[in-house]
Protein backbone atom coordinates (compact mmCIF):
# COMPACT_ATOMS: atom_id res chain seq x y z
CA UNK A 1 0.00 0.00 0.00
CA UNK A 2 1.39 3.43 -0.65
CA UNK A 3 0.85 6.49 1.31
CA UNK A 4 2.61 9.87 2.52
CA UNK A 5 3.07 11.48 5.82
CA UNK A 6 3.82 15.39 5.53
CA UNK A 7 5.47 16.57 9.25
CA UNK A 8 4.23 19.76 10.59
CA UNK A 9 0.51 20.86 9.32
CA UNK A 10 1.83 24.61 9.41
CA UNK A 11 5.30 25.79 8.92
CA UNK A 12 6.59 29.82 9.60
CA UNK A 13 9.30 31.34 7.83
CA UNK A 14 10.51 34.90 7.63
CA UNK A 15 10.57 36.39 3.86
CA UNK A 16 14.18 35.00 2.55
CA UNK A 17 14.51 32.41 4.76
CA UNK A 18 15.16 28.50 3.56
CA UNK A 19 11.54 26.87 2.94
CA UNK A 20 11.88 23.03 3.99
CA UNK A 21 8.31 20.96 3.84
CA UNK A 22 8.69 17.29 4.95
CA UNK A 23 6.97 14.57 3.34
CA UNK A 24 7.80 10.70 3.88
CA UNK A 25 6.33 8.19 1.75
CA UNK A 26 5.67 4.08 1.88
CA UNK A 27 5.52 2.39 -0.86
CA UNK A 28 5.96 -1.59 -1.58
CA UNK A 29 7.53 -0.44 -4.87
CA UNK A 30 9.55 2.67 -5.91
CA UNK A 31 6.85 5.27 -6.53
CA UNK A 32 6.05 8.25 -8.34
CA UNK A 33 6.38 11.39 -6.31
CA UNK A 34 4.79 14.93 -6.87
CA UNK A 35 4.27 17.98 -4.75
CA UNK A 36 1.26 20.06 -5.89
CA UNK A 37 0.33 23.92 -4.46
CA UNK A 38 -3.20 25.11 -3.63
CA UNK A 39 -3.09 29.20 -3.32
CA UNK A 40 -6.63 30.26 -1.48
CA UNK A 41 -9.42 29.47 -2.80
CA UNK A 42 -7.77 27.88 -5.81
CA UNK A 43 -7.11 24.56 -7.28
CA UNK A 44 -4.40 22.62 -7.09
CA UNK A 45 -0.93 23.12 -9.55
CA UNK A 46 1.59 20.75 -9.93
CA UNK A 47 5.51 21.91 -8.50
CA UNK A 48 6.97 18.78 -9.25
CA UNK A 49 7.22 15.26 -9.63
CA UNK A 50 9.79 12.85 -9.58
CA UNK A 51 9.31 9.49 -12.12
CA UNK A 52 12.57 7.49 -11.15
CA UNK A 53 14.98 9.86 -13.27
CA UNK A 54 17.04 12.46 -11.26
CA UNK A 55 16.78 11.85 -8.07
CA UNK A 56 17.19 15.74 -7.61
CA UNK A 57 13.84 17.25 -9.55
CA UNK A 58 13.81 20.88 -9.97
CA UNK A 59 10.19 22.58 -10.32
CA UNK A 60 8.48 25.91 -10.73
CA UNK A 61 9.38 28.96 -8.76
CA UNK A 62 12.62 28.55 -7.32
CA UNK A 63 11.41 24.87 -5.38
CA UNK A 64 12.98 21.52 -5.69
CA UNK A 65 12.86 18.09 -3.86
CA UNK A 66 15.22 15.68 -3.29
CA UNK A 67 13.82 11.50 -3.63
CA UNK A 68 16.13 9.54 -0.76
CA UNK A 69 15.36 6.17 -1.09
CA UNK A 70 17.08 5.46 2.42
CA UNK A 71 15.24 7.68 4.11
CA UNK A 72 12.19 7.16 1.96
CA UNK A 73 11.93 10.74 2.04
CA UNK A 74 10.89 13.33 -0.68
CA UNK A 75 10.92 16.77 1.11
CA UNK A 76 10.58 20.21 -0.51
CA UNK A 77 13.04 22.91 -0.32
CA UNK A 78 13.36 26.36 -1.48
CA UNK A 79 16.40 28.84 -0.64
CA UNK A 80 14.93 31.58 -0.01
CA UNK A 81 10.75 32.36 0.99
CA UNK A 82 9.07 34.74 -0.87
CA UNK A 83 5.33 36.39 0.37
CA UNK A 84 4.02 35.12 -2.60
CA UNK A 85 4.98 31.13 -1.74
CA UNK A 86 2.42 31.25 1.29
CA UNK A 87 -0.01 28.39 0.53
CA UNK A 88 -0.58 25.47 1.21
CA UNK A 89 1.64 22.21 -0.01
CA UNK A 90 0.49 18.72 -0.44
CA UNK A 91 2.52 15.70 -1.17
CA UNK A 92 1.78 12.72 -3.16
CA UNK A 93 2.57 9.18 -3.89
CA UNK A 94 1.08 7.15 -6.89
CA UNK A 95 0.17 3.61 -7.85
CA UNK A 96 2.26 2.78 -10.56
CA UNK A 97 -0.70 1.65 -12.21
CA UNK A 98 -4.57 2.91 -12.35
CA UNK A 99 -3.34 7.08 -11.97
CA UNK A 100 -4.19 6.89 -8.82
CA UNK A 101 -3.02 9.78 -6.13
CA UNK A 102 -2.88 9.36 -2.00
CA UNK A 103 -2.38 12.75 -1.43
CA UNK A 104 -0.49 13.88 2.01
CA UNK A 105 -2.83 16.37 5.06
CA UNK A 106 -0.87 18.97 3.45
CA UNK A 107 1.35 21.51 4.83
CA UNK A 108 0.25 25.41 5.44
CA UNK A 109 3.16 27.29 4.80
CA UNK A 110 3.24 30.97 6.38
CA UNK A 111 5.63 33.84 4.92
CA UNK A 112 6.41 36.24 7.82
CA UNK A 113 7.97 39.60 6.56
CA UNK B 1 -8.04 28.66 -22.27
CA UNK B 2 -9.03 27.35 -18.99
CA UNK B 3 -7.76 23.34 -19.08
CA UNK B 4 -10.32 21.78 -16.64
CA UNK B 5 -13.00 23.76 -15.25
CA UNK B 6 -15.82 23.63 -13.10
CA UNK B 7 -19.63 24.83 -13.00
CA UNK B 8 -20.87 26.32 -10.53
CA UNK B 9 -17.79 27.87 -8.83
CA UNK B 10 -19.98 28.23 -5.48
CA UNK B 11 -23.44 26.41 -4.96
CA UNK B 12 -25.33 26.63 -1.69
CA UNK B 13 -28.43 24.52 -1.02
CA UNK B 14 -30.63 23.05 1.42
CA UNK B 15 -30.79 19.32 2.95
CA UNK B 16 -32.54 17.26 0.84
CA UNK B 17 -31.70 18.66 -2.61
CA UNK B 18 -30.18 17.39 -5.29
CA UNK B 19 -27.40 19.00 -7.43
CA UNK B 20 -24.98 18.48 -10.12
CA UNK B 21 -21.70 20.04 -10.63
CA UNK B 22 -20.03 19.94 -14.01
CA UNK B 23 -16.22 19.33 -14.90
CA UNK B 24 -14.57 19.86 -18.25
CA UNK B 25 -10.94 19.37 -19.81
CA UNK B 26 -10.19 20.57 -23.05
CA UNK B 27 -6.13 18.80 -22.19
CA UNK B 28 -7.44 15.65 -24.33
CA UNK B 29 -6.90 13.43 -21.57
CA UNK B 30 -8.43 9.82 -20.95
CA UNK B 31 -8.78 9.79 -17.56
CA UNK B 32 -11.03 12.51 -15.11
CA UNK B 33 -11.41 12.82 -11.63
CA UNK B 34 -13.42 13.66 -8.65
CA UNK B 35 -12.11 14.94 -4.88
CA UNK B 36 -13.51 15.98 -2.12
CA UNK B 37 -11.80 18.41 0.29
CA UNK B 38 -13.08 18.81 3.60
CA UNK B 39 -12.55 21.70 6.25
CA UNK B 40 -8.96 20.20 7.11
CA UNK B 41 -7.79 20.33 3.58
CA UNK B 42 -7.58 16.65 3.45
CA UNK B 43 -7.98 15.79 0.40
CA UNK B 44 -9.71 12.16 -0.65
CA UNK B 45 -10.34 10.78 -4.22
CA UNK B 46 -13.89 9.85 -5.24
CA UNK B 47 -14.26 8.44 -8.24
CA UNK B 48 -12.20 7.85 -11.75
CA UNK B 49 -13.11 7.02 -15.04
CA UNK B 50 -10.84 6.16 -17.78
CA UNK B 51 -12.30 6.47 -20.94
CA UNK B 52 -15.88 6.94 -19.84
CA UNK B 53 -15.22 3.71 -17.92
CA UNK B 54 -15.77 3.91 -14.01
CA UNK B 55 -12.12 2.59 -12.82
CA UNK B 56 -12.04 3.98 -9.36
CA UNK B 57 -14.99 4.27 -6.95
CA UNK B 58 -13.60 4.78 -3.31
CA UNK B 59 -16.07 4.22 -0.55
CA UNK B 60 -18.38 6.81 -1.34
CA UNK B 61 -22.13 6.93 -0.44
CA UNK B 62 -24.79 5.83 -3.50
CA UNK B 63 -25.95 9.09 -3.47
CA UNK B 64 -22.72 10.63 -5.57
CA UNK B 65 -22.79 9.58 -8.44
CA UNK B 66 -20.69 10.55 -11.44
CA UNK B 67 -21.83 10.16 -15.30
CA UNK B 68 -19.39 10.40 -18.13
CA UNK B 69 -20.55 11.31 -21.50
CA UNK B 70 -17.64 11.78 -22.91
CA UNK B 71 -14.05 11.66 -22.35
CA UNK B 72 -13.60 15.37 -21.59
CA UNK B 73 -17.12 15.31 -19.26
CA UNK B 74 -17.33 13.74 -15.42
CA UNK B 75 -19.89 15.29 -13.52
CA UNK B 76 -20.94 14.64 -10.29
CA UNK B 77 -24.56 14.26 -9.45
CA UNK B 78 -25.59 14.45 -5.17
CA UNK B 79 -29.19 13.03 -4.71
CA UNK B 80 -30.28 13.93 -1.15
CA UNK B 81 -27.51 16.25 -0.25
CA UNK B 82 -26.76 16.00 3.66
CA UNK B 83 -24.51 18.54 6.20
CA UNK B 84 -21.57 16.61 6.29
CA UNK B 85 -21.86 17.11 2.04
CA UNK B 86 -20.37 19.96 2.66
CA UNK B 87 -16.45 20.22 1.10
CA UNK B 88 -14.71 21.85 -1.87
CA UNK B 89 -15.04 19.49 -4.59
CA UNK B 90 -12.28 18.81 -7.16
CA UNK B 91 -12.45 17.69 -10.66
CA UNK B 92 -8.92 16.60 -12.08
CA UNK B 93 -7.81 14.99 -15.25
CA UNK B 94 -4.74 13.25 -16.61
CA UNK B 95 -3.01 11.55 -19.43
CA UNK B 96 -3.52 7.41 -19.66
CA UNK B 97 -0.57 5.88 -18.59
CA UNK B 98 -1.20 3.30 -20.91
CA UNK B 99 0.68 -0.12 -21.68
CA UNK B 100 4.16 1.12 -20.19
CA UNK B 101 2.29 2.26 -17.74
CA UNK B 102 3.76 5.62 -17.36
CA UNK B 103 2.37 8.10 -14.78
CA UNK B 104 1.19 11.92 -15.75
CA UNK B 105 0.39 14.10 -13.43
CA UNK B 106 -2.89 15.48 -12.75
CA UNK B 107 -4.33 18.96 -13.40
CA UNK B 108 -6.87 20.23 -10.92
CA UNK B 109 -10.05 22.49 -11.69
CA UNK B 110 -10.67 25.43 -9.76
CA UNK B 111 -13.14 23.47 -7.14
CA UNK B 112 -16.77 24.09 -6.57
CA UNK B 113 -17.32 24.93 -2.93
CA UNK B 114 -20.63 23.26 -1.90
CA UNK B 115 -22.55 24.26 1.42
CA UNK B 116 -25.39 22.26 2.39
CA UNK B 117 -27.77 24.65 5.14
Known amino acids: AQSVTQLGSHVSVSEGALVLLRCNYS??????LFWYVQYPNQGLQLLLK??????LVKGINGFEAEFKKSETSFHLTKPSAHMSDAAEYFC???????????FGTGTSLTVIP | DTAVSQTPKYLVTQMGNDKSIKCEQNLGHDTMYWYKQDSKKFLKIMFSYNNKELIINETVPNRFSPKSPDKAHLNLHINSLELGDSAVYFC????????????????FGPGTRLTVT
Open chain 1, 92 to 102: AVSKNTGNQFY
Open chain 1, 27 to 32: SSVPPY
Open chain 1, 50 to 55: YTSAAT
Open chain 2, 92 to 107: ASSQDGGRLKLFYEQY
